[in-house]
């Protein structure tokens, strides 16, 4: 009779124990299996799913890791054959993205598991854009970008910038957790928006509800997203156990960051850390054109790659005095210039394809601006574009047109004492405050 007793305890407790780690019942998946439902009792699972809860267990840190059929159903997907290829490369570009992801949520104070939504959201492809017109690896809608501080224009697009966008990122999620108080629930509100997840929660019972609570009253997507986070969360972090390896990127080199202050041509940097300009522009995504258009004012982050047989001289000169370099691989001069916004109303059989063509903008630009897919119907819609104020200066220009656009060096001059910029700038002809605090001198 003790021993029965005993065994029955036992039994209770693990079964509490265990059941930490489970959940409530969801709202069934159109993507799922309709067997799918939870499984809350000992019984329920057999010893190889005991296993992997205990490995959940030791994975999870401030976010939980919660194991029911659902997510069993994605981690069964991730560690299946025809996933491993997908899986390797995920993990192979992720020691890239992570090193990024890890300094800012350390910075910014976000849990660090955070960096495997990003896994869900774009794949780690900055180049992804989605029905809704999203960019980058978090995949920011244009005006939430805005709202982030994320720049858009005819030369960057910073929401397929790592670094920025992480930090864009991580503001949203911390006004998200100091909204929810837990942050299952605020990485799901980054999927269907905080006003969503508000109206959910209104309607969810409990005081104090989690995702489990809540997914019921949230979009189907939503209902799948923090599920495929988790399961995404204990793959990569146990992808030894199931022999996943890091498969070769376009991302295998060590990257340094650097700040740049100046209009930079990534194909000099190219040549100087000998390398492919292609290759290059993987580390550097969000710029659309062959240049970093930095400035003083705005500089901008260039990732650039540790490679071996690095001309230090030439790369000194890339980052400092690109204009001192020979330009007989370069096609154009890129003259850096302000943007206008403008309004454009769509004509009868207009396409976007033909109103990029016509402005000298991309479709994926229209799109992100207007926040359009790929079903949008545009015909009479009023949309928004970007544009450059002047052109680029191409190679063959006529010489009229090549005077007609002062060119710009750099000069030093020994400040003497009592000298200002005003007063500096009065002894050279053509020479502003502004242009003088930059270094920009006309040619005498």
């Known amino acids: 009779m003790k021993l029965f007793y005993c065994t029955a305890l036992l039994t209770f407790l693990f079964s509490n124990h265990l059941h930490a780690f489970t959940s409530k019942p969801l709202a069934e998946s159109k993507n799922t299996p309709s067997s799918i439902s939870p499984k809350d009792t000992l019984s329920a699972w057999n010893e190889e799913e005991r296993e992997l809860i205990e490995r959940m267990q030791a994975t999870s840190k401030t976010i939980p890791l919660t194991y029911n059929e659902k997510v069993k159903y994605f981690i069964d997907k991730y560690t299946s054959a025809n996933y491993r290829p997908y899986m390797s490369r995920l993990l192979g570009l992720s020691k890239h993205y992570f090193a990024v992801y890890e300094k800012v949520f350390k910075d910014m104070q976000i849990p660090d598991e955070v960096k495997y939504l990003s896994l869900v959201e774009s794949s780690l492809d900055p ?5 809704s017109g999203a960019v980058g690896p978090w995949q920011f809608i244009y005006t939430t970008a805005r709202l982030y501080d994320l720049d858009m224009n005819a030369h960057i697009d910073e929401r397929k910038d790592i670094y920025t966008a992480t930090y864009a990122v991580s503001k949203y999620l911390k006004e998200a957790y100091d909204m929810f108080n837990d942050w299952t629930l605020a990485l799901a509100s980054y999927n269907c928006g905080r006003g969503a997840m508000q109206r959910a929660l209104a309607r969810t019972g409990p005081e104090s509800p989690t995702f489990w609570d809540v997914a019921p009253y949230l979009p189907q997507e939503t209902q799948n997203y923090i599920p495929k986070y988790i399961a995404m969360t204990y793959v990569l972090s146990n992808a030894a156990y199931y022999a ?12 340094k960051m650097v700040m740049v202050d100046k209009v930079v041509d990534l194909r000099h940097i190219a040549k100087a850390i000998n390398m492919d300009l292609k290759q290059l522009k993987h580390y550097n995504p969000a710029y659309k054109k062959s240049v970093v258009p ?50 454009y109303r769509v004509k009868k059989g207009e396409t976007l394809t033909s109103i990029a063509r016509k402005f000298g903008v991309t479709v994926q630009d229209l799109k992100a601006w207007n926040n359009l897919s790929n079903k949008s119907i545009i015909a009479g819609r009023q949309l928004v574009v970007f544009k450059p104020v002047s052109t680029t200066l191409a190679k063959n220009t006529s010489s009229r047109n090549k005077t007609s656009a002062p060119k710009s060096r750099t000069a030093y001059y020994t400040v003497k004492k009592g000298d200002s910029l005003d007063k500096i700038a009065r002894k050279y002809d053509g020479i502003t405050v502004r242009k003088n605090k930059k270094g920009q001198w006309p040619k005498r």
């Open 127 to 131: 180049h992804l854009v989605s029905r």
């Open 294 to 343: 930095g400035s003083v004012e705005k500089p901008k982050r260039l990732f650039l790659p540790v490679t071996p047989n690095v001309n230090d001289s030439l790369l000194y000169l890339a980052l400092n005095a690109p204009s001192s370099l020979t330009l007989e691989y370069r096609e154009e001069e890129e003259v850096m210039v302000a943007e206008a916004r403008k309004t």
């Open 244 to 255: 996943i390896e890091p498969a070769e990127t376009e991302l295998d080199y060590t990257a």
